[in-house]
């Protein structure tokens, strides 16, 4: 899926992430997105939400808060 992963990132204008975990290809395409200059926007989680953890962490690095 790596591969599909870098075709998508290049292939995109902005990429919108719903959920992101730790050593995903999520995170490969997200790497990806930023290398090649492709805006990032990661949909933020609850505070107390533990699997929304790795998201919120990513916003303000990589990416910025998808606001709904």
Do not use: H, W
Not at 19 to 41: C, F, H, M, W
Not at 61 to 68: D, F, N, W
Request: aromatic share 6%.
């Amino acid at each position: 899926f790596l591969e599909r992963n870098r075709i998508v990132a290049k292939l995109c204008d902005e990429l919108m992430v719903v959920q992101v975990e730790d050593k995903s290809g999520t995170l490969s395409t997200i790497n990806r997105a930023v290398k090649y200059g492709v805006p990032v926007d990661i949909l933020p989680y609850r505070i107390t939400d533990e699997e929304g953890k790795f998201s919120n962490t990513l916003i303000g690095t990589v990416g910025k808060c998808l606001k709904i």
